[in-house]
């Protein structure tokens, strides 16, 4: 009779044990769903790791991260914009899933199945963003207008609200189902190939021509690491997309050289990269303050820049890397690409000490391949302002981490973290 009445208590004590795990990775996978759902679940998974006398873990890129965010608090407090730039410091609170993945994931299993729900929640997002596409193709066919030039203004989402955070989040699930594919041995990978192929869809359909580029260098260097003449597959395969052309991927691409006036968004970038040059030169140090560059466009807009603007958003830069610089100074920017390249750093030294037979390792390809991504598609998008991409960015960094440390124990690589036990 004891028995029977001690099994349940110890699963009880079982499940709470691993509530951290299992919050913190629905946290992770439901950044391609709802940003009020990861970040309510990031709280829930806050709480039960302190309930649980969880180990926080301090991991290198934290360092940058954390010098990155003192730097915009000091731009902050140089702009007096307190209430106008309240917004991204609010945004702080997406920082912490790095955190806490890294202190409550601690096995490839875990690390697998999060993947696996990336994967799933991307196949959801892409499929409802497909079903939106054919619905905007039908609405467009029915009121005689051209396609193109309808959609681009109004593309698919997915379950997100903007093309651009929908594709960002494809193109990072994307690389990670092709890195589980190439380097893992486990026998279920071929599963993914479906939610892959789905995915792929949506983000062609998407019609985002940077993260279309990220993508592709992703996909360079994970194929460079498997078989180099795999490369070769890269170009044969834009060719037939070209070539059997859906969704109109050939007019979008073609767009890049040739664009369809200020349709695309070709004349607005440029002209949005000489604004960030002016503000830079101006403010290198503090920049202009959190979200103060949207109202300053037009004070740096260059002498022979001919009124009205080529169309386009103004709020922000459409880059990373002249925004972040004009709005919080180019230390600033210098600590974000600390952070990223520490990241990288890590990863591929990690991946030098394992063995060649590690199941860690297709992780760290996955992760070093989101980064370069992201990185190439910043170049024309904010995308670490987005916070459903930033989350799960710092997700996927957070996962290269645990499979660089905890995850590897078979091979003699120094964990790369320190621990700190939080007393509830």
């Known amino acids: 009779m004891e028995n029977a009445t001690a099994a349940p208590a110890v699963t009880e004590r079982s499940w709470l044990r691993d509530a951290p795990v299992y919050l913190t990775a629905a946290a992770a996978v439901t950044t391609e769903i709802s940003i009020a759902g990861f970040e309510i679940l990031m709280g829930l998974a806050l709480v039960a790791l302190v ?9 290198p890129a934290a360092t940058p991260l954390a010098a990155w965010m003192g730097w915009s608090l000091l731009s902050l407090a140089a702009s007096g914009h307190f209430r106008a730039g309240w917004p991204q410091i609010r945004k702080f609170y997406v920082y912490l899933l790095l955190f806490l993945v890294v202190s409550a994931i601690q096995t490839l299993r875990e690390l697998r199945f999060t993947v696996i729900g990336w994967a799933a929640a991307g196949a959801l997002s892409a499929g409802w963003g497909l079903e939106q596409f054919v619905r905007k193709y039908e609405a467009a066919r029915a009121a005689h207008q051209d396609f193109y030039i309808a959609y681009i203004a109004s593309r698919i989402t997915g379950f997100m609200g903007h093309w651009m955070t929908f594709s960002g989040q494809m193109m990072m699930a994307l690389l990670l189902i092709l890195a589980f594919i190439l380097f893992s041995r486990d026998e279920r990978r071929s599963w993914l190939v479906i939610p892959g192929l789905l995915i792929f869809a949506a983000l062609l359909a998407a019609l985002t021509r940077s993260m279309w580029g990220g993508a592709a260098v992703g996909a360079v260097y994970l194929l460079w690491c498997k078989e180099r003449w795999l490369i070769a597959a890269l170009p ?18 073609v767009s890049i050289v040739h664009p369809h006036g200020t349709v695309d968004s070709n004349e607005h970038r440029a002209l949005l990269r000489r604004v960030g040059w002016a503000i830079i030169k101006d403010r290198p140090f503090l920049g202009l303050g959190p979200e103060q560059v949207g109202p300053n466009v037009r004070r740096y807009l260059p002498p022979d820049i001919q009124q009205p603007l080529p169309d386009g958003y103004y709020g922000h830069l459409h880059n990373i890397y002249f925004h972040y610089a004009a709005e919080r100074g180019v230390p600033a920017m210098i600590a974000l690409l600390w952070f990223l390249g520490r990241a990288l750093y890590d990863f591929a030294r990690a991946l030098r000490r394992l063995p060649k037979d590690s199941e860690a390792r297709w992780l760290l390809h996955g992760a070093i391949g989101v980064i370069i991504a992201f990185t190439f598609a910043g170049y024309f998008e904010v995308n670490f302002g987005d916070s459903e991409v930033l989350g799960m960015l710092l997700a996927v960094i957070a996962c290269g981490y645990v499979a660089a440390g905890p995850a590897a124990k078979d091979a003699a690589v120094p964990q790369p973290f320190r621990t700190v036990v939080v007393e509830p």
Request: proline share 4%.
């Open 51 to 59: 309930a649980t006398r969880g180990k926080f873990r301090w991991v």
């Open 236 to 253: 044969a395969a834009a060719g037939v997309v070209l070539l059997a052309n859906p969704f109109g991927v050939r007019e979008r691409a």
